[in-house]
């Protein structure tokens, strides 16, 4: 019996996967059944009374008659869950083998997901064998396993010129001959699967999985390049590790304390803007009465500085705020104000007080956006499920029958949902970024990209606010954030500015930080005779660089 996620995933690998493999293999191909229904999507029978039954998570309990003698579970990570009133179908197809105590074979195979996962920990536990495939140096012989520090590409780092170039080399561990494509593929052919601790008679064995480089399919250009353009986010990285290293993912987060969050304190006062930043953004938290907000400056690597953190009691202080206030630029006479803030509407169906709440808001932007004409304050709200990128682009405000007043809305007011579970991971991965990191050798690396700085002044309160969620784990081993503190109004502003600086808020800040650099090469900048007063506020992309002003800050 062969157990798949579903019924349609199923019938789907029976049909273009095993039948045809079936077929296209001499040997077995002889025996498969010459009856018209003796091979379909569902079972295939062999004349040597083989029988190959196809099953999903759901059915297994629909075999409890059969009695079987191999049993595979196809990314057994994927079943769904099932509920508590019937058994779940692992162990209920395991005791279809009860006749076959010293003849049955069980095999898992998964992609990798989590680390600790319900597959991952299988991994970890079950096996008295753990084996690793090793390739064979077609110079000197020597098997090794391949990791993916012996891949280089001597020196570049440029995903797309290894990508063009084919440039990624894997290094022999012992001879140092770089192999090419063409040599990996000879050292893997001539390969084998060799143990680490090899035991007598093993009950229970792993083969851990291939990871890319090891595939005649992908070139080791092509996993090097996936690397370096993944480095530094850490959903991209998960798919790398998950997809190419063939490895467990361990999500980086550890649950910090205050104090070691606000030792990320640099010595730059609250409202002043360290001189590397290229724009503001400022997230604001919608409370039943006021809003928590924070005022976030960002580097052209995402580096970020936080100017601003409080409270704000009215619609008109929020205004004040995004359209009127100018933050100092640290040694330098220029200004900055605020390039795009993101509002949390709410939009909590049913709760009548709620609703009206998400009106003002709807309303409010609205109005800042017929009165400023120009675009920085934009709608968000959190999304309830896991999204593709981490800000949706932008949607209509759905409008209901019910309520009539949000008609008043379309065309005008657009959200955009943001996967808060994915902001907030990254939010606190960007807080392990180092400024100077070392290697293992203890000599210091070019700092890491992202970092995350408070001003010098930012306190307990903050800190505790920040660290109110902290990461969970469920039974199956899906992450959570749960809240743990009474407050966690400034972590969603620090969510919400994060959002606006993401790279999937298109135009994104990298962008603009592009736009910001070549305008500085090609255009030399003018004398600050108009410096001052106008267009300090609100959306700032220059129409012209002026010296001494904030628009290129470098
Ligand atoms: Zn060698």
New binding site residues.
């Given amino acids: 019996m062969y157990i798949m996620p579903d019924e349609k995933v199923a019938k789907r690998i029976a049909r273009r996967q095993l039948i045809p493999m079936f077929r296209n293999t001499p040997k077995v191909a002889e025996y498969l059944s010459p009856r018209a229904d003796g091979v379909t999507t569902l079972h295939v029978n062999f004349t040597n009374g083989m029988d190959l039954m196809m099953a999903w998570a759901s059915s297994a309990a629909a075999m409890a008659s059969e009695s079987i003698r191999y049993l595979f579970f196809d990314e057994p990570g994927k079943y769904p869950e099932w509920s508590g009133k019937e058994a779940d179908p692992f162990s209920l197809a395991e005791q279809r083998q009860n006749r076959y105590e010293n003849t049955s074979k069980l095999m898992y195979f998964s992609t990798p997901n989590l680390q600790d996962d319900p597959f991952d920990m299988l991994l970890k536990t079950e096996p008295d064998e753990v084996r690793y495939y090793h390739a064979r ?6 098997l090794q396993v391949m990791e993916n520090h012996n891949i280089h590409a001597a020196g570049c780092k440029d995903h797309r010129e290894i990508r063009r170039k084919q440039l990624a080399r894997y290094s ?6 770089d192999w090419d494509d063409y040599m990996r593929n000879k050292a893997v052919s001539a390969g084998r699967w060799k143990a680490v601790h090899s035991v007598e008679r093993p009950v229970a064995v792993a083969f851990r999985g291939l990871a890319s480089w090891y595939s005649p399919f992908v070139s080791l250009s092509t996993g090097l390049a996936e690397f370096f353009k993944s480095k530094d986010d850490p959903n991209k990285l998960q798919a790398y590790y998950t997809q190419h290293r063939c490895e467990a993912w361990a999500e980086r987060v550890e649950n910090k304390i205050e104090s070691e969050l606000l030792e990320h304190k640099n010595d730059i006062p609250p409202g002043i803007v360290p001189e590397w930043a290229v724009a503001l953004t400022c997230g604001i938290d919608t409370q039943k009465i006021g809003f928590w907000f924070v005022v976030r400056a960002w580097g052209d690597d995402l580096t970020s500085h936080l100017v601003q953190y409080g409270y704000l009691s009215s619609f008109e202080d929020v205004e004040a705020t995004l359209f009127s206030t100018t933050y100092q630029v640290e040694k330098s006479g220029g200004t900055m104000g605020i390039w795009r803030a993101a509002i949390d509407t709410g939009g909590g169906q049913g709760a009548t007080e709620e609703e009206t709440r998400t009106e003002e808001v709807y309303e409010f932007i609205t109005r800042m956006r017929y009165k400023y004409g120009e675009k920085v304050l934009y709608g968000i709200k959190g999304a309830s499920r896991p999204q593709f990128t981490r800000v949706s682009p932008e949607k209509q405000v759905e409008s209901k029958p019910t309520l009539l007043a949000r008609q008043r809305w379309r065309g005008i007011v657009t959200i955009r949902q943001l996967d808060t579970y994915q902001l907030k991971s990254l939010l606190h991965w960007r807080i392990g970024r180092k400024e100077k990191p070392v290697d293992e050798n203890g000599d210091e690396m070019p700092s890491e990209s992202q970092r995350f700085y408070l001003h010098s002044e930012t306190g307990m309160d903050y800190a505790r606010q920040f660290l109110a969620e902290e990461l969970h784990k469920d039974r199956r081993g899906r992450r959570y954030w749960k809240q743990v503190g009474r407050d966690n109004h400034l972590l969603d502003a620090e969510v919400y500015a994060a959002a606006c600086a993401d790279s999937s808020w298109q135009p994104n800040l990298s962008g603009l930080a592009r736009h910001l650099n070549s305008v500085k090469t090609t255009a030399p900048p003018e004398s600050d005779t108009d410096g001052g007063s106008q267009n300090q506020c609100g959306g700032w992309i220059p129409k012209r660089p002026r010296a001494g002003s904030s628009w290129v800050n470098r």
């Fill in positions: 140096c077609p110079v000197c012989n020597e022999c561990v012992k001879c140092k001959m």
